[in-house]
């Protein structure tokens, strides 16, 4: 079934977009200020705020689902769309979560910026 080796290779390519780095690390041009720390403790805190939504998971695995059925042999339709309606499901759920970390970033950038701090990345 040509669906199991396209299968490996996208959950191969969520596992190493998972495990990148997200942290929240912030580049200062001089030197940080004495409350650096709490500051930056308190934008995260808020850019918490940010929800992560279950629309693209949704979306992925309908899309998934069809495309899916749709390249699978005639008799193994219900399997492709099975496996499609999963890997979409995945995409989605990752790519929800990326713009989810994006937004979370450029709180706690813009948050340290409103607080004096000279962050530039």
């Given at each position: 079934?040509?669906l199991?080796?396209s299968?490996?290779i996208?959950?191969?390519?969520?596992?190493?977009?998972?495990?990148?780095?997200?942290?929240?690390?912030?580049?200062?041009?001089?030197?940080?200020?004495?409350?650096?720390?709490?500051?930056?403790?308190?934008?995260?805190?808020?850019?918490?705020?940010?929800?992560?939504?279950?629309?693209?998971?949704?979306?992925?695995?309908v899309?998934?689902?069809?495309v899916?059925?749709?390249?699978?042999?005639?008799?193994?339709?219900?399997?492709?769309?099975?496996?499609?309606a999963?890997?979409?499901?995945?995409?989605?759920?990752?790519?929800?979560?990326?713009?989810?970390?994006?937004?979370?970033?450029?709180?706690?950038f813009?948050?340290?910026?409103?607080?004096?701090?000279n962050?530039?990345?």
């Amino acid at each position: 079934m040509k669906l199991t080796n396209s299968c490996g290779i996208l959950i191969l390519g969520l596992t190493v977009a998972a495990c990148s780095d997200s942290a929240d690390t912030l580049i200062v041009d001089g030197q940080k200020k004495a409350n650096f720390q709490s500051d930056l403790t308190a934008c995260q805190q808020v850019s918490m705020q940010r929800e992560k939504t279950n629309d693209g998971a949704i979306t992925g695995a309908v899309i998934g689902g069809l495309v899916g059925a749709a390249e699978a042999d005639s008799g193994d339709a219900l399997a492709g769309l099975g496996i499609g309606a999963a890997v979409g499901g995945l995409i989605g759920t990752a790519e929800d979560s990326s713009e989810a970390d994006g937004a979370r970033k450029r709180i706690v950038f813009n948050c340290m910026r409103g607080r004096g701090h000279n962050v530039v990345g």
